[in-house]
């Protein structure tokens, strides 16, 4: 059974997050300069993608995760020129947690 919660898809957002790897990511985001203070664009625009590499993984394992925190609306992104900058998506973490409070 498919479990939505006030229009969003519940599926999406507890799969993404379900994997070490897109929990440390959406984790790392909620504190970007702690994490990030060493890439060379402003933290303003997000992380840039190749940043995640920290994670030890290659990198289109890196982007299969972060495609997956993507579609679960947990990032938004931002091109600029060739590179792609990530930040979590706040009002989508709000309102899940808040969501699923209220339905459990």
């Keep these: 059974m498919q479990s939505y919660l ?3 898809k519940n599926d999406d957002i507890l799969k993404a997050l379900a994997h070490p790897v897109r929990l440390q990511i959406v984790h790392w985001l909620k504190d970007p300069d702690q994490y990030f203070s060493d890439q060379e664009h402003s933290l303003e625009l997000g992380v840039c993608a190749s940043m995640f590499a920290r994670c030890g993984l ?3 394992a890196v982007s299969a995760h972060l495609g997956m925190l993507q579609k679960a609306e947990l ?3 931002r091109r600029v020129g060739q590179w792609i ?10 309102r899940f947690i808040q969501n699923l409070t209220e339905e459990i």
């Design 58 to 60: 290659s990198q289109p």
């Design 75 to 77: 990032v938004t992104t």
């Design 85 to 94: 900058y990530y930040k979590r998506n706040e009002q989508t973490i709000a």
């Design 6 to 8: 006030r229009g969003m």
